[in-house]
Structure formats: C-alpha cells, structure tokens
C-alpha cells in the first residue's frame, strides 16, 4: 500500500529535549516536506527536499533540522524543543519533484506534539 | 505573509444537499489544490487545478481555477455523512513549483445531518 509513515504519531515532551519524528515513504517520491499545523492558522511549510541531499528552508524553520540522505526517509529534528513548538506536523511528498506538480502531496496521518 | 481566505468557516448541512465553498487571494496563483482531512488523518488530496479557466470533477465534487486566477471553488452535490470533515483550498504562486511551497486557506469545516 502506498504510503506516508510517521513516527511517533503522539509525543509529550520538556523542553530542550532533542527528539526526531522520522518519515518514510515506499512510493520512490523525489520531493518531500514537512508541514506543522495549528488552530488558526492553517498548515505551513518548515522544510522541504527535492531530492536526496537537497534541502531548503520553508516559511517556519526556525527551531528545526531535516536530513534526506535517502530517498524514502526525511527526519524532522528539533535539537532543543520549545514550548511554541506544540503543534500537529504532517510529512508530506509527492512524486513530481523537478517536473513540477509539487503540489500534489501524499500526507502523513500526523504527529502530535506537546512540549511542556 | 501570503494568506488565502477560504469561505465559509463552517457549514451544517442536510444529507444530500449541495455544497459550495471559495477561496480568494489577492495574489495570482499558477496552481489551485483542494485536499479534504479526516478527523486524526492527514489531507488527501481531492483535485489539482493548472490553468485559468479549469473546471475539473472528481465523483461528485467539482472544482474550478477561477479566470483571474485569484479564487477557485469547490461544489459538492448530494452530500454524503462521510463528506463530513475540513476541506482545505492551497495555492502554488507563480515560481513555487520548484519548491512544492503551498499556501494553505484556513478550511471549511463541513458537517453534514443524515
């Protein structure tokens, strides 16, 4: 079955420590993101990959780290979190990456996280 | 920053009434996307829109990329219990294809009485 996995789906933590939500998809998909949604206002882009060992910041990247050293895998690092990092944080990719159509995401079912 | 303004908010409707919702921006957009999201689930997309003009359906769902390339709608006919959820409008503005950046409207939660 086509699809994007995250993990874990639910975490509380403290603040400043360091954890990653991993993302993985089987779909051979060159472009991903991350995405973190909040009440009011709507889902905005941290990071994004176009492709294996390309990254590029989003509009909210600021306390947050992404690899891609694999083509299926895209970990979302937050090295010291912090409490406006609460939030619910999709995965997301799509199979169009330098042809376009980028926005046509497959998402992840999300990951909620609390940062106490 | 950019913003999408999607209307309405929210909606209680009757199964099997028709349903109508918008999105405006005062920015151009090269791409029109409407995703719907499940309570627990992440958006799945329903319909992409690339030119001026579009009309595209999918089922019972059918979406337009408005002429001044600053609005799109989505109707839903003969509405359905498991239509019920957010439906989100994005948009792609011109150059941001290559970095799959999507500004996302606020939603349109919809609900829908059997």
């Known amino acids: 079955e086509a699809q994007v996995t995250q993990n874990p789906r639910y975490l509380i933590t403290v603040t400043g420590k360091k954890l990653t939500v991993t993302c993985s998809q089987n779909m051979n998909h060159e472009y991903m993101s991350w995405y973190r949604q909040d009440p009011g206002l709507g889902l905005r882009q941290i990071y994004y990959?176009?492709?294996?060992?390309?990254?590029d910041k989003g509009d909210v990247p600021e306390g947050y780290k992404v690899s891609r050293k694999e083509k299926r895998n895209f970990p979302l690092i937050l090295e010291s979190p912090s409490p406006n990092q609460t939030s619910l944080y999709f995965c997301a990719s799509s199979l169009h990456g330098t042809g376009g159509r980028t926005g046509e995401l497959f998402f992840g079912e999300g990951s909620r996280l609390t940062v106490l | 920053g950019q913003q999408l303004n999607q209307s309405p908010q929210s909606m209680f409707i009757q199964e099997g009434e028709d349903v109508s919702m918008n999105c405006t921006s005062s920015s151009i957009f090269n791409t029109w996307l409407w995703y719907k999201q499940d309570p627990g689930e992440g958006p799945v997309l329903l319909i992409a829109?690339?030119?001026?003009?579009e009309l595209t359906s999918n089922g019972r769902l059918t979406a337009q990329f408005g002429i001044t390339r600053k609005d799109s709608f989505l109707n839903i006919s003969a509405s359905i219990p498991s239509d019920v959820g957010i439906y989100f409008c994005?948009?792609?503005?011109?150059?941001?294809?290559?970095?799959?950046?999507?500004?996302f409207g606020q939603g349109t939660t919809l609900q829908v009485k059997p």
């Open positions: 994005a948009g792609q503005l011109p150059g941001s294809s290559n970095t799959g950046k999507l500004i």
């Open positions: 990959s176009m492709n294996v060992e390309v990254t």
């Open positions: 829109l690339y030119k001026a003009g």
